[in-house]
């Protein structure tokens, strides 16, 4: 656990969205590894562990964290510090994160290594060169920065190794998008503020645009940005792709897209259940329920372009679901389903701006069958 002794007043961003929502904010791995690696130079030098070991972030806030496990030996020093993620329902929230600092001779440097539970990067298309462990650029900035500062308090040369490892980071990982983008062994330690802001999108969004480097620097040339496990794999059956060439773009339709405008690819595969991929045909970048809702207007509309009468156009407009318009124009022959994706890559289209990206769209339901499906077509000028 750790408290800000101070703390900016938040005028915008993601401090006036933590501060409006009432929620506990957390802190990052990078963080809580920095944390960790400061108490443990600081007792390789002098001994003893400051507990609680403050930092100061990237932009200026200055932690103090409570350590959970210590050890102190001839060559090394290990600290552990528990992630707490505040309110934000993060994976890694309840981890230990430990640092064990060992001395290099003069003119070593600074060295990270990964420990149990920290992954190691297999693929290009990343911040870090594949081998290297997954400490992302800006906390080894932090851990240098405090190892420096510690060296110069304590008579230390600076010159360290530093492993990172997570208890059950292997496991943990599993659930993140780390195998897909080829981090092999455990989690990556990540963050670029150091705090954590309860429900925030950037995380995803951040995924989503690494996913694409990873696929670019791979050779891909058609992704798919699919809603949910089952459309992923639907686009795998119907194209074939590699598992570096889907992209868990979940509600963050947007996200892709404007990420492809200026990073494009050939091809992009919008998959994803027909309810969802509705709202992106209305015109919604953001399909998340609490943001955008299935406008039955709109599909009634879309019917009746599609031949629907007025008797089965209101029908659609009253139906109960988004599924359950697409199965009674269905039983009548309108291609509802077809319609709505080729609205969806209208969208698309329209959000690419002329990039050159052609854009073809599955909708399923449920159970995984394919209810509409739009051809691809290439790019639009503005």
């Known amino acids: 656990m750790a408290e800000a002794e101070t703390e900016a007043k938040a005028t915008g961003g993601r401090g006036a969205q933590l501060e409006r929502s009432g929620l506990r904010h957390g802190w990052t791995t990078g963080a809580c590894a920095t944390a960790a690696t400061t108490a443990a130079y600081t007792a390789l030098l002098s001994g003893d562990f400051p507990d609680p070991v403050t930092i100061e972030l990237p932009k200026g806030q200055r932690p103090a964290f409570a350590l959970a496990a210590e050890e102190l030996a001839a060559d090394h020093a290990m600290a552990a510090v528990v992630k707490d993620a505040g309110d934000d329902p993060d994976v890694t929230h309840g981890a230990l994160v430990r640092a064990t600092v060992r001395a290099l001779p003069p003119g070593g440097g600074v060295v990270f290594r990964a420990g149990p539970g920290v992954g190691t990067v297999t693929r290009p298309g990343l911040p870090l060169p594949v081998g290297e462990p997954a400490i992302n650029p800006v906390p080894r900035q932090m851990m240098r920065d405090h190892i420096a500062a510690v060296a110069a308090r304590h008579g230390g040369t600076g010159d360290v190794e530093i492993e990172i490892s997570v208890d059950h980071g292997e ?54 940005g699919c809603t949910g496990s089952t459309s992923e794999k639907v686009a795998v059956a119907v194209h074939g792709l590699p598992q570096d060439a889907l992209l868990d773009m979940g509600d963050f339709a947007g996200a892709v897209l404007k990420y492809l405008r200026r990073h494009p690819v050939d091809r992009l595969t919008v998959a994803g259940g027909f309810a969802k991929l509705s709202k992106l045909a209305a015109g919604h970048l953001d399909l998340h329920s609490a943001r955008s809702q299935v406008d039955k207007g709109f599909l009634a509309d879309l019917a009746r372009r599609g031949g629907a009468d007025e008797k089965l156009a209101e029908a659609v407009a009253t139906a109960n679901t988004g599924l359950e318009t697409v199965q009674l124009c269905s039983a009548r022959g309108v291609p509802l389903g ?27 339901d449920r159970a995984g069958t394919i209810v509409g499906r739009a051809e691809p077509r290439g790019p639009r000028e503005r």
């Open 171 to 224: 496991e943990i990982a599993r659930s993140t998008w780390n195998p897909r983008l080829g981090i092999l062994g455990g989690l990556s330690i990540l963050g670029t503020t150091g705090i954590v802001v309860p429900y925030s999108c950037s995380a995803w969004i951040d995924s989503i645009r690494r996913g694409v480097d990873v696929a670019r620097a791979a050779g891909r040339r058609h992704v798919a």
């Open 338 to 364: 077809d319609l709505v994706a080729a609205a969806a890559r209208e969208t698309a289209l329209g959000v690419l701006r002329g990039a050159p990206v052609a854009v073809d769209v599955i909708c399923i």
